[in-house]
């Protein structure tokens, strides 16, 4: 990465000792199966970010003051295996330190290191994906750690609820729980679908979101557009009421596939992660001294205790 601190913060925002947010970029393409580019989605978002005011106009605040780490991008990708488990590692690894740890990637694949990560530690997982497609295959190409395959995983050991779907094989059909799935088609027409999905979450929310649930006139560049998607407003309204409800302990964005030729879907990311940061912190004093103690006791989740020797 050539970018030395998030949007180009300076240091004193970007020490890991410090910061209560941490960034981990994965650039990784590797099993993506239309239009190739997504590994060099975190470098076009980052470049984007360093052009991004920094104020926050909705929640008049400036975020990045809660620090914000820059962590070495994971670039294990020998398999699709090696860099699902290293993007889990790395995932849990900040996690324990106690870090809202957030994902840039890289194509979709790369989420089910982070679920899994942030369902080893948290009870009671809630996984929001947002997305045109409805990746639920157990296993595609030869892979169960294909994109097609992003929350399968989840659909098994989570609460996962669905948003913005239009996309999806014949067999996901016995995979998916159509009564937490939000397909596009009747979100057009049903003002009640945000309040309802929010009704069926738990506690604790991650959240996976694949840009190709915006609609394409608004976000283009990504791998495999999808005519009839989400508007930025309905979004981030969405967002908001789900970060002001639930306690919303992490998030990905993945699959910007960026074009030399039109940077306004960099921009649009960088301003979604952004903006989602700001409805997570909006109501902390950025001044607070930040408290590095681990709780395990409060988070553990749905596969084991840590050991007390496991190293990270």
Known sequence: MKTKTYAGIPDEYAKLDTSKIVLIPV????????????????????????????????????????GIYLAEPVTLNATPEVMVDAVHQETKKYIKKNKFVTIIGGEHSVSIGTIRA???????????????????????????????????????????????????????????????????????TDDSWMDSAIDQMTENVFITFDLDAFDPSILPSTGTPEPGGLFWYETIDFLKEVFKEKNVVGFD??????????????????????????????????????????????RLGNYKKFDEDEDY
Request: proline share 2%; net charge negative; glycine share 4%.
């Open 27 to 66: 650039p990784y393409d590797g099993t993506s199966t239309w239009q190739k580019g997504a590994n060099k989605g975190p470098e076009a978002f980052l470049e984007a970010s360093e052009n991004m005011e920094l104020y926050d106009i909705e929640t008049d605040s400036e975020v990045y003051k809660n």
């Open 118 to 188: 942030f369902n080893e530690v948290f009870q009671n997982l809630t996984v929001l994906h947002i997305d045109a497609h409805a990746d639920l295959r157990k296993s595609y190409e030869g892979s169960t750690c294909n994109h097609a395959c992003a929350v399968y995983e989840a659909s098994q050991s989570t609460n996962l609820i669905q948003v913005g779907i239009r996309s999806m094989d014949i067999q996901e059909k016995s995979v998916m729980d159509v009564d937490k799935t939000y397909f596009a088609h009747e979100m057009a």
């Open 253 to 298: 964005i993945v699959e910007l596939c960026p074009n030399e030729n039109e940077k306004s879907s960099d921009f649009l990311a960088a301003k979604l992660y952004y903006k989602m940061l700001s409805y997570k912190f909006q109501n902390e004093d950025a001044e607070e001294n930040y408290n590095d103690t681990y709780e395990e006791s409060n």
